[in-house]
């Protein structure tokens, strides 16, 4: 089932926290380079104090103390943007229009107007689009009402200088507010392949539990219909039954017949798409066909030997079946993943127990990528937890492998015991 994401929108309480919030560092970058705008930041910044003091001093005619005072506020406002970026805003575009006001100059001063871009670049890329468009409308409106601050500014504009630091404020709130959105695409991004992932680490645990339910069925239901058989049969074999003894076999026939109705609708809704109810039904295998298994292994050229310790006996079905997909499944893997190995089955059966060992040496050839997730260690996984047993699985230092399950086989029968 596809289901609608969509992507979560700030509310009020989250804009201002973001608003006084630093700088996080950058998550993919290495270590050594994480705080790496936040370096910047800071040389920017010194730099800007550096080349500013003097440029204050000697064309705005500031005194020395001024001037360092003034260059140094516009360089701490710039700082102060990594840790809050809208009192940094607040305060370096006060301090334009006073320092502008002061100095009689109908435009920014030039290491002011660096300042408030950088510090506008940075609140761009915190704050949500819509209040880093307002705080770029205020600032390009305090810079248009310059010429005309009051008493002491020059009536006539520089409009070139003017469209020039609209232009460098618009283009550090455009490429804020780009890298802002990219940052959130990559973070929605991260957050569909996880959904994604979990999505597919469901289904293919459904899948394999409803392979084993189709599984188990087959065996349930031959079971089922064995009991029907005979209670049928019972009744034409006695002789002058008591009838009490019919109605108990007919109820057992009857529920038996019912049991089995129930297992077939269960089957149908676990069944493919698409497929009829005159799908043939084939014997699931046991342990009985482990050798005609080995045997395809071995035609492939794979050197495989098998070991059988304890008393070997039949086992209820469904441990049957379970073994069986179980070293079916650890075969394959191991010639998939360990091209040239040699392996090895090991069934061990003692009083209550299945013990089933495969283990492969380590691979000759180089395997080849198989695409997409394996349901192999999943599938025994699931087969084992089923019965109640546990799996175990041990990767050597040589790069052998090997997978153990351990089985509930039930108490060995009385005429098999030693």
Aim: net charge neutral; hydrophobic share 50%.
């Amino acid at each position: 089932m596809e289901r609608d994401v969509a992507m979560p929108q700030p509310n009020a309480r989250e804009s201002l926290a973001s608003a006084v919030a630093p700088l996080p560092a950058l998550a993919r970058a290495p270590r050594t380079l994480r705080y790496l705008p936040h370096v910047l930041t800071v040389a920017a910044a010194v730099l800007l104090f550096l080349a500013g003091w003097p440029e204050l001093e000697n064309f705005y005619h500031l005194g020395p103390a001024a001037a360092a005072v003034v260059a140094a506020a516009d360089a701490a406002a710039l700082v102060l943007a990594l840790y809050a970026p809208l009192p940094a805003w607040l305060v370096s575009l006060a301090l334009c229009a006073v320092t502008a006001t002061q100095l009689h100059v109908t435009q920014w001063p030039w290491p002011a107007m660096l300042a408030h871009a950088g510090v506008l670049l940075l609140l761009s890329l915190r704050l949500p689009a819509r209040l880093a468009l307002l705080a770029w409308a205020l600032t390009a409106t305090v810079t248009v009402a310059l010429p005309t601050a009051g008493p002491g500014v020059p009536e006539s504009p520089h409009h070139t200088y003017r469209n020039v630091a609209l232009g460098i404020f618009t283009a550090a709130t455009v490429a804020g507010a780009l890298l802002r959105s990219r940052r959130e695409a990559h973070a929605e991004a991260l957050r569909q392949a996880a959904a994604t992932a979990d999505e597919r680490a469901r289904r293919t645990v459904l899948e394999v539990r409803t392979r084993i339910a189709r599984e188990l069925h087959d065996v349930i239901a031959h079971h089922m219909s064995v009991i029907s058989i005979q209670a049928y049969a019972a009744t034409r074999q006695l002789k002058d039954p008591p009838p009490e003894l019919l109605d108990n076999l007919a109820a057992i026939r009857g529920g038996a017949v019912e049991a089995l109705g129930e297992l077939r609708r269960v089957l149908a809704l676990l069944r493919a798409e698409g497929a009829d109810d005159e799908t043939p039904y084939t014997p699931q295998p046991t342990l009985a066909q482990l050798d005609l298994l080995t045997d395809t292994v071995r035609a492939s050229g794979t050197t495989l030997t098998t070991e059988t310790t304890g008393t070997r006996r039949p086992l209820p079905p469904g441990v049957e079946l379970s073994a069986y997909r179980i070293v079916q499944e650890a075969l394959g893997n191991a010639l998939r993943h360990a091209p040239g190995a040699a392996l090895h089955v090991r069934l061990d059966y003692t009083i209550d127990t299945l013990t089933i060992q495969i283990a492969n040496t380590a691979p000759i050839h180089p395997a080849r990528p198989v695409p997409g997730a394996g349901h192999g260690l999943l599938g025994m996984r699931e087969r084992t937890a089923m019965l109640g047993g546990r799996l175990t699985t041990q990767l050597g230092p040589d790069g052998s492998f090997t997978v153990t399950a351990v089985l509930p086989a039930g108490p060995v029968p009385y005429r098999n015991q030693k």
